[in-house]
């Protein structure tokens, strides 16, 4: 079965300095893997995926994720934080067999210090 | 313009009532989903509708009925409201593949009291 694991509830980090959001996979056969970000009170936004090819996806918002096979990770980064990146973020995988029903890691909760 | 909207943002209602939330979506997208959030922000797939019907169900109370009267159209109807439905209720939708990213409605905040 396919899985995301996230293994931090809170992150910390200072304005200006580079942030990791961790996520793990646990998948059969090739991964797609997806990152979403939910602002207080709203929905959940798409920032960026990995099909195949090259390990370093750039996404929405300066947003970028290294799929790294070895480690079955993909981790959310971003070289300089801003305060507005303070939210919530879900990594994501989709089922492989019921079209792309989603199964959501517990999510990581940033909260970017000014 | 809104790619996915749901009425109403909040609901707030007693235990036993009967409520409807709806979902449109203008993306022109074949698959429309629910979700729950609960308190902890955890998000469950409830069910699934590809070109209006029903792909998947998770174990969820036959209380809730999904309903869609097209493609770019999902409701939920609740019926016999319980105090442990109170979360946040998401509609979304995407195109049937697995490489295709979700869109998410605002969502519907549901208390029940």
């Known amino acids: 079965a396919q899985s995301v694991a996230q293994p931090e509830d809170q992150v910390n980090v200072a304005e200006g300095n580079p942030l990791t959001v961790k996520c793990t996979y646990s998948v059969s056969g090739n991964p797609y893997l997806f990152w979403y970000v939910q602002y207080p009170n709203r929905g959940l936004q798409f920032l960026l995926k990995y099909i195949t090819g090259d390990n370093l996806v750039k996404g929405s918002y300066g947003f970028e994720a290294e799929f790294n096979k070895s480690q079955t990770s993909f981790h959310l980064k971003k070289p300089s934080a801003l305060v507005s990146d303070s939210a919530l973020y879900f990594c994501?995988?989709?089922?492989?067999?019921?079209?792309?029903?989603?199964?959501f890691g517990t999510g990581t909760s940033l909260t970017v210090i000014p | 313009d809104t790619a996915v909207s749901q009425t109403p943002k909040y609901l707030v209602t007693q235990m036993g009532n009967d409520k409807s939330i709806k979902c449109e979506q203008n993306?022109?997208?074949?698959?429309m989903y629910w979700y729950k959030q609960d308190s902890k922000k955890f998000l469950k797939i409830m069910f699934s509708y590809n070109n209006k019907e029903l792909i998947i169900n998770e174990t969820v109370p036959n209380r809730f009925s999904p309903k869609s009267p097209d493609k770019a159209h999902l409701n939920l109807h609740i019926n016999s409201l319980e105090l442990g439905d109170s979360a946040v209720y998401f509609c979304?939708?995407?195109?049937?593949?697995?490489?295709?990213?979700?869109?998410f409605g605002p969502g519907t905040r549901l208390t029940v009291l």
């Open positions: 979304a939708s995407s195109l049937r593949t697995p490489a295709g990213e979700q869109f």
């Open positions: 993306l022109g997208h074949d698959t």
């Open positions: 994501a995988v989709p089922s492989s067999n019921t079209g792309n029903q989603f199964y």
